[in-house]
């Protein structure tokens, strides 16, 4: 008998070996928001009422693990509410592909991931996954990763097309025709650096008797560094843009410094500033000098109405930028305040081509988030633009109206 329930033992431990090397998980989220858009990304015209709707994202991920393989495919719906009649046989939008990717340990150190998956790096200046935008971003690509925990490299390739095709066509899609990017990572005691570059392909618009396709390609190179103490953090990045833009020569930069300090537990303060590169108005050349970050979640970045870089700004005066964040929590509670002070990065003119005040506004943002258990979140926001003549010179609406955006969000992403 004894020996009977010692084998049932053993049989029981290797089939449990055998389930624990396997992995299998489930998210869900439905995320649903109400945006009040009253100047929301430019300045609204008067006699123009603000937007309202209610937008939803739908996911569901599902990730499986075995030895040296990952794969993961995450389905996703998008939608406004009221897009489609409540008894619509078909959707807008239907179901899209976020994420599909497998991965492969060759060793401890290499492994490889191919499809469709984020990019994601650093503070998510020039590769991020925008997640604040209903559909993220996520990108067909190939990517060779090593990490012996100290240090990482990443390489990423990306070659886009229409669809299978017997002979070479132009590329019809609003996005980049390639590209290819190596990401350095490494460790300094209290430093951490990362050196990035990003050689980007665009295609040129074909001239119909179409004779050659040809593509242009935009380097982006830098650093972003960062460092933690026990009650402070600060970061700091540079990034230049050289290479083609529609046969134009591209001469750009950015550069960036944060400090953060914690006063208490509860109440963190910190300051920053930013100057991505821009053109003069009064410019003649046809040097394109305007640093535009790419595939960046720039909606975290100089003020969340989005006034600058969020599908816009691009080849524009540039951008000067000093904020100040605020932030407190507070049990479940966390609530943060941040005005920024906004200036052209170079000269701008008005109709008369008279040199104007580059001071172009100030922007307050309030955020608040609240916790309600493991799975749900609610966060909301109040933005107001103060925007001065000069905005409204580059933006175009009427910066005296009262330009401000309010939102509220559910976050329900239940963990299976």
Do not use: C
């Not at 012996?148 to 990443?154: A, V």
């Not at 002070?341 to 003119?349: E, H, I, S, T, Y």
């Amino acid at each position: 008998m004894k020996i009977k329930i010692n084998f049932y033992l053993i049989l029981l431990f290797f089939i449990s070996l055998n389930i624990f090397a396997q992995e299998f998980e489930a998210d869900l989220q439905i995320r649903p928001r109400y945006e009040y858009r009253n100047g929301y990304k430019q300045p609204i015209a008067y006699g123009v009422k603000a937007g309202q709707f209610i937008s939803q994202r739908s996911r569901v991920a599902l990730r499986y693990g075995q030895e040296k393989l990952t794969t993961k495919f995450t389905f996703q719906n998008i939608r406004v509410w009221g897009d489609v009649k409540s008894t619509a046989t078909s959707d807008v939008n239907g179901i899209e592909i976020f994420e599909a990717w497998a991965n492969y340990n060759f060793t401890e150190k290499w492994s490889a991931k191919l499809g469709r998956q984020v990019l994601s790096y650093d503070n998510q200046r020039i590769l991020g996954e925008i997640d604040w935008l209903q559909q993220g971003q996520s990108h067909d690509a190939i990517l060779l990763a090593y990490d012996n925990k100290k240090s990482k490299i990443n390489l990423g390739f990306a070659y886009n097309a229409n669809m299978e095709s017997l002979v070479e066509e132009p590329y019809l899609v609003a996005s980049y025709k390639s590209f290819q990017y190596a990401w350095y990572h490494t460790s300094f005691d209290k430093l951490n650096m990362s050196l990035l570059f990003l050689n980007t392909g665009y295609e040129n618009k074909p001239v119909l008797p179409i004779t050659e396709l040809t593509v242009d390609y935009i380097q982006t190179f830098g650093t972003y560094l960062n460092s933690k103490g026990k009650n402070w953090d600060s970061n700091l990045s540079f990034y230049g843009q050289t290479g083609k833009s529609k046969g134009k020569t591209v001469s750009a930069f950015d550069a960036a410094i944060n400090f953060n300090y914690a006063l208490t537990e509860k109440f963190k303060i910190g300051i920053g500033y930013e100057f991505l590169s821009g053109k003069s108005q009064l410019d003649t050349s046809t040097d394109v000098k305007s640093f535009y970050p790419l595939f960046g979640t720039n909606h975290a970045f100089n003020g969340y109405m989005d006034y600058f870089y969020v599908g816009n700004y691009q080849n524009s005066v540039g951008l000067q930028d000093i904020f100040i964040k605020l932030l407190y929590n507070f049990q479940k509670w966390q609530f943060a305040v941040m005005p920024h002070l906004f200036n052209a990065g170079n000269v701008v003119v008005n109709p008369e081509k008279m040199e104007m005040n580059s001071y172009l506004g100030t922007e307050i943002d309030f955020t608040m988030l609240y916790t309600v258990n493991k799975y749900i979140k609610t966060s909301g926001g109040y933005s107001q633009m103060f925007g001065t003549e000069t905005l409204q010179q580059l933006k175009g609406g009427n910066t005296n109206h009262t330009n401000n955006w309010a939102w509220i969000m559910v976050n329900v992403d239940p963990k299976l």
